[in-house]
C-alpha cells in the first residue's frame, strides 16, 4: 500500500519557522521526483518546490525561493520543507508528492500564519 504521510505543520506567527516532513512507504522512494504544493482556501493548488531524486537540484516558486528549502533524506524515504520567514500569504494546506512512473499524493499538513 502506497502511503505519503506529511507533519509539521501548524499555527506559527509572522516571520517564524516550520519544517515539514513527508515520509513515503509502499513504493521505491529513491526514484521518484519529490514536490510539495500547497492551496490556500478559495485558490488552485500550487507547486512551491521540486527536488530530483538524486538531491541534485532543486526548483522553487518565486513567492518562497530565498526563504523555503527543499531536500530529501533517501535513506528514511523522506523529503523535507524548511519554511523560513512565514508570511500571512504562506498559510495553506501543504502536501508532498511523488512524481515518477506513477504518481502518489499525501493527506496534507495545514500551516497557519497569523498573529
Known amino acids: 500500500q502506497v502511503r505519503l504521510v506529511e507533519s509539521g505543520g501548524g499555527l506559527v506567527q509572522p516571520g517564524g519557522s516550520l519544517r515539514l516532513s513527508c515520509v513515503g512507504s509502499?513504493?521505491?522512494?529513491?526514484?521518484?521526483?519529490m514536490r510539495w504544493y500547497r492551496q490556500a482556501p478559495g485558490k488552485e493548488r500550487e507547486l512551491v518546490a521540486r527536488?530530483?531524486?538524486?538531491?541534485?537540484?532543486?526548483n522553487y516558486a518565486d513567492s518562497v525561493r530565498g526563504r523555503f528549502t527543499i531536500s530529501r533524506d533517501n535513506a528514511k524515504n523522506t523529503v523535507y520543507l524548511h519554511m523560513n520567514s512565514l508570511k500571512f500569504e504562506d498559510t495553506a494546506v501543504y502536501y508532498c508528492?511523488?512524481?515518477?512512473?506513477?504518481?502518489?499524493w499525501g493527506q496534507g499538513t495545514q500551516v497557519t500564519v497569523s498573529s
Open positions: 527536488v530530483t531524486t538524486n538531491d541534485d537540484s532543486t
Open positions: 509502499g513504493f521505491i522512494f529513491r526514484r521518484y521526483d
Open positions: 508528492k511523488a512524481v515518477g512512473v506513477f504518481s502518489y
